[in-house]
């Protein structure tokens, strides 16, 4: 048992085992709500996990990746629309165009980098936002309701807990794959382009092409997020596009541990969370406090970054072999 | 005779107004040390980025290995045979000595769009990182991670990274840059072990280093070449005794 002897392997089987119990046990204790929450964290913490195998392994800092958010959860939206709620084409579709969208829009921002790599993702992202308000016939800025995917008989998504296993089980393919990835091979070329992309170039690396692949991969797995959200929400607007929403998963990326893939997990289920509560428990220190969450919110983020070196995931201890 | 291995026409590189490659011509023979020298700020290293295609020259030519690179990135022209140190130490600080090697086998073993299986487990990336870390030395700091190696034996590295990408030509700018007498030393060992199975442009403030291993040597003065022979003729060659070394050094 190789995973005894590495504390962080332990402690995300630990936590994946935990997240598979949460419907049985919220059903047991009549707490519906929990298997909703937890299904939507789980939605952000595979779009958060795609995003940091650009962000934290490969220094790609994409402040648009809600916009893949978007294609995807558009797809489900659109093909709804029309009466297309069969998720065997929605699904694949909804990769198809985050995958097309990624590319087209990775080719042109993968030229540039540092800064002008944040203003530009942000730059398209904003613009797909305005595309989504200007999409009057689904609903514009109002967006519009969506029916739940069909999977055959296979799966009823209009049952929660199908529901919560769907999305369970992608996020933990998502975690499979991502660890096999940032492994292999082409992990290795995205970890050393962020280490070094000219000492990359110089040992024969076409950078260009590995920087573009790797974005494809993440905002394609961000689109399958969308799929997913588009499900668990019955409703697309823009606003899952919102800058904002990419700053969010920036912030789950960091907050979690950048280059972990599990710590997003856990970044995205700490933001989610506070996010939910962090009103509420305010609210009950003096009336009136609750809807000023956020000058708690902001602070207590901060200080996770600065106290707790590689975020809430560098607290179990046993940093992986680093490379940067 | 047999055509050089590189071969420069009139290359000519401007930042601005300052002109850092002047009209340069340049060939290197197979199996040749040639070494580049000058005074800084001379050109040298511009050169050398310009020979390793970090860096467009605004004119002029460059053919290697019988056919015309001047329009090849970087990464194309390794894939012919050229490998390059630089003269700041560029390595992957964050990863142990050995994935510093294997990345750079890796990039000529076939293209690295393979997602699925753990290259550190990858016998036939790191079978031919050990080896080069053993040619220049650092077979047993393997694990070390390269940030913790000391100034000589990340320089040692950087000349490992070159070699595993098996060059017909090395360009090497500066490799005893920064180092201590003993890892001088230790740097001229390897530079010699590699005399006569490699060809290398060498770039190189020492001159005993340079007399020493030098087949040619051409000098380097504000981006033109003013002379190119041998170790003997260009001790004994005036122009260049007046322009660079000083008649002190030659002795
Ligand atoms: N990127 C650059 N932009 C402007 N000037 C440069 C640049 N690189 C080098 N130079 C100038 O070109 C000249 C040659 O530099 P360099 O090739 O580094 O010399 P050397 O390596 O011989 O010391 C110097 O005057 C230097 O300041
Ligand atoms: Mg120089």
Known sequence: ?324 | MTEPVLAVEGLVKRFGGLTATDDLSLSVTAGEIHAVIGPNGAGKTTLIAQLSGDLAPDDGRIRFAGRDITGLRADERSHLGLARSFQITSIFPGFPALDNVALAVQAHAGHSFRFWSPARRDAGLREPAMAALDEVGLAARAGIVAANLSHGEQRQLEIAMALATKPSLLLLDEPMAGMGIDESARMIDLLRGLKGRHTIVLIEHDMDAVFALADRITVLVYGRAIATGTPAEIRANAEVRQAYLGDAHVG
């Not at chain 1, 419907?23 to 929450?37: C, H």
């Not at chain 1, 220190?285 to 070196?309: D, N």
């Open chain 1, 1 to 324: 048992m190789q995973a005894l002897r590495q504390p962080r392997l332990l402690a995300q089987l630990i936590l994946l085992l935990l997240l598979a119990a949460v419907p049985p046990v919220m059903t047991a204790i009549d707490e519906p709500f929990y298997t909703s929450l937890f299904t939507r964290i789980m939605i952000f913490a595979i779009a958060a996990a795609s995003l940091d195998l650009i962000l934290g392994y490969g220094g790609m800092v994409s402040f648009g990746h809600a916009a893949y958010i978007g294609v995807g959860a558009y797809t489900v939206g659109i093909l709804s629309f029309y009466g297309v709620d069969n998720g065997f084409i929605q699904f694949p579709l909804a990769v198809l165009l985050s995958a097309v969208f990624a590319a087209v829009i990775g080719a042109i921002c993968i030229r540039t980098s540092g800064v002008y790599f944040i203003m530009i993702t942000l730059a398209f992202a904003q613009m797909l936002y305005f595309l989504g308000i200007s999409l009057e016939e689904y609903g514009g800025d109002d967006g519009m309701p969506v029916y739940r995917s069909e999977f055959g008989g296979l799966l009823d998504l209009y049952d929660a807990n199908h529901l919560y296993y769907l999305v369970f089980a992608v996020l933990a393919a998502t975690l499979y794959f991502g660890h096999r990835l940032v492994n292999s091979r082409f992990g290795m070329v995205v970890r050393g382009m962020k280490s070094n992309s000219l000492r990359m170039r110089a040992v024969g690396y076409p950078v260009y092409w590995y920087r573009l692949t790797a974005y494809v991969i993440s905002g394609t797995m961000c689109g399958v997020a969308g799929a997913l959200f588009a499900n668990w929400s019955e409703f697309v607007s823009p606003d899952i596009m919102h800058w904002v929403r990419s700053g969010d998963l920036i912030i789950m990326v960091i907050v979690g541990g950048m280059g972990t893939l599990f710590g997003p997990v856990l970044g995205a289920t700490a933001f989610l969370l506070m996010e939910e509560y962090l009103p509420e428990i305010l609210e009950g220190t003096a009336p009136g406090a609750g809807e000023h969450w956020h000058f708690v919110f902001g602070p207590i983020l901060i200080l996770i970054v600065l106290f707790a070196k590689g975020g809430i995931f560098g607290l179990f201890g046993g940093r992986e072999r680093g490379d940067d």
